[in-house]
């Protein structure tokens, strides 16, 4: 049985977070970028915020000039956003949910409600030659939706596996299984993110359809403990055995 590759994208937000803190430029995130790219991330991921709480508008700049791996800008479906997207042309653009007081992305984009106001800005993403992500909860309705308004692929929500525990994971992951499956029958390019660790990275590399995991706070918190290189080896290690179980199957 011959299995897909399973990607790494490195979000990087949280090295900003830590230079804002101060107020000055040090940790740079740009930086923390470069080392990932050097030591495998197959993309690097970053959230411009409204309220520019980490990544800044300059750090797009500067990600944009000197990255060799594609850059996935997630963003709010604002028209703010969308100018600064049509700009730059990332490679992708994954649209989130986005509140001024959450202190992280709570859950995913609700596109069967937001559907008309999405559509027109997914259609402007793709004349711009932007592979089109949303980020969304493994619910059938909102993956159907995905595909009908042109996503090029979806980003399932793995926050509430991660937080669950016991039988209320379990049930979860088959959501998320469930969820997979269909996004394939769709011919939906499928990723999987948001608080996966060392923990639980395993299981959600076993769906053989999630060709990517995006991963960053758990990333950069580890980092400091042994360093980025060694912390994203490790998890690439648990991703590839996770794949292999597949393989065995």
């Known amino acids: 049985m011959t299995m897909r590759k399973i990607r790494l994208g490195v979000n990087i937000d949280h090295v900003a977070t830590i230079r804002n803190a101060r107020g000055g430029i040090h940790p740079d995130p740009v930086n923390a970028a470069l080392l990932a790219e050097k030591a495998g991330a197959d993309g690097i991921t970053a959230h411009l915020r409204e309220d520019r709480r980490h990544i800044s508008d300059h750090d797009i700049d500067r990600l944009m000039e000197k990255l060799s791996v594609p850059l996935n800008l997630e963003m709010a479906a604002t028209t703010e956003m969308l100018d600064i997207a049509l700009k730059h042309r990332p490679a992708s653009a994954c649209i989130v949910p986005e509140k001024r007081q959450e202190l992280t992305t709570e859950g995913g984009l609700d596109v069967v409600r937001g559907y008309d106001d999405l559509r027109p800005f997914v259609l402007k ?108 080896r490790k998890m690439k290690s648990l991703m590839d055995l996770g794949r292999k179980n597949v393989e065995q199957e």
């Open 125 to 232: 993403l793709r004349q711009a030659n932007i592979s089109v992500s949303l980020f969304i909860d493994p619910d059938e309705e909102q993956i159907r939706a995905s595909k009908n308004i042109g996503a090029h692929k979806v980003e399932l929500h793995t926050g509430t596996y991660v937080d669950k525990t016991g039988d209320a994971r379990l049930a979860e992951l088959e959501r998320l299984r469930r969820g997979a499956a269909l996004c394939e029958t769709l011919d939906l390019e499928v990723h999987a993110g948001h608080g996966l660790n060392y923990e639980t990275v395993r299981a959600i590399a076993e769906i053989p359809q999630f060709t990517e995991l995006n991963i960053g706070h758990f990333l950069i918190g580890e980092a400091i403990f042994i360093g980025l290189a060694e912390t994203m």
